[in-house]
């Protein structure tokens, strides 16, 4: 599995798990609401910064959202 895909797979449980819309974490992350939309969908790879403010807002680490599933 890509680690683009493995990043999708996670963002969208977890945010999904905290009962976010994309656009309420795009919010607390501060990055725009498409730009969540197309990390979920694998469109782009997100940059180490993106990543992190992610988990932040999340409340993971970025290490989590790069985890594989088979590895958790």
């Known amino acids: 599995m890509e680690i683009r895909d493995i990043?999708?797979?996670?963002l969208k449980r977890l945010r999904t798990d905290r009962g976010l819309?994309?656009?309420?974490?795009a919010d607390r992350a501060d990055i725009d609401?498409?730009?969540?939309s197309s990390l979920e969908r694998s469109v782009?790879?997100?940059?180490?910064?993106?990543?992190d403010r992610l988990?932040?807002?999340?409340?993971?680490?970025?290490?989590?959202?790069?985890?594989?599933?088979?590895?958790?």
């Open 7 to 10: 990043l999708a797979q996670n």
């Open 21 to 25: 819309s994309q656009e309420d974490l």
């Open 33 to 36: 609401r498409t730009y969540v």
């Open 44 to 51: 782009y790879a997100a940059g180490i910064d993106v990543v």
């Open 55 to 72: 988990a932040k807002a999340l409340g993971v680490t970025a290490a989590d959202l790069l985890q594989a599933p088979d590895s958790r």
